[in-house]
C-alpha cells in the first residue's frame, strides 16, 4: 500500500517546481520545510522581482531562531509596503517547520508574483498539523500521545512564545486532537481495540419491540393497557 509522503518532505506541484528552477536560486529545494524556515530562499524569490527592496546580504541563511526572526522581519516590512497579503499564520508555520505552511507559502508567492493559479494545489490541514498525514498511516503506525506533541509542537515555537499558559494550551488541544482520533479509530474496528458494547447497548429497547408489532397488535395492547 503506498502512503502520501512525509510532512517534512511533501513536495510542491509541478509548476511551481519550474517556477523555483527557471530562478537560478543559491540552491535547489530538497526539504520545503526545512528550506524555506529561514527566510533567505524567500527573500532571494523577491530579489528577482523587487531587486530594489532586497540586498542578500543582509539576510543570514542560519538555522538558530534569532536568525530566522530577524530574516522574517525584513520581509514582513516589505510585504506591508508593497501591500502584498500572505498571511501571519502561514509565515509562522514556516519558521516553525509547521507541516504544510511553507508548501502553502510557497504556493502563495508562486501565484502572487506570477499571476497564475495553480491547478493541482496541495491542501493542508487547518492549523498546520499532521493529522492528513496519520490517516494515511495504518493504525498501528500512527503516533502515541508523546509523539504527536512532538510532531505537532516545535521547540522554536515554544521559545517564540513565552506564555507558558499559551504553550500549555497548544499542548492541551494537541492530546485533545489524539483522543478524538484515538476515538474514531475505535469506532472504525472495534475488533482490534477488544471494543464490548456496554449493558446499556446491550439492553432490549421497548421502542424496537414495539416498532416491528402490526398496527392491530398496538391497538389490542393499548386496549389491554387502559383496562
Known sequence: ??????????????????????????????????????????????????????????????????TKQSNWSQIEKFLVKQNIGLSKEVIDGTIHCKPGAAE????????????RRIQSIQRVEQGFTDKAYQEQLPMVARSTASVAIKNNLCLSEVIAEPNIMANQRKVQAIIHRHIEQRKEERNQDPNRFNVRPTLGEQAVRIASLLAHQSEPELQINSSVAAC
Request: proline share 6%.
Open 104 to 115: 502553502l507559502l510557497v504556493q502563495d508567492i508562486y501565484s502572487i508574483l506570477t499571476n
Open 1 to 66: 500500500m503506498a502512503y502520501s509522503p512525509s510532512p517534512k518532505k511533501a513536495g510542491l506541484p509541478r509548476e511551481v517546481l519550474k517556477w523555483l528552477q527557471s530562478l537560478d536560486l543559491s540552491f535547489s529545494t530538497k526539504n520545503v520545510r526545512r528550506d524555506f524556515s529561514n527566510g533567505c530562499l524567500v527573500a532571494e524569490i523577491f530579489s528577482w522581482y523587487f531587486p530594489k527592496d532586497f540586498h542578500m546580504h543582509s539576510y543570514e541563511n542560519g538555522a538558530s531562531l534569532p
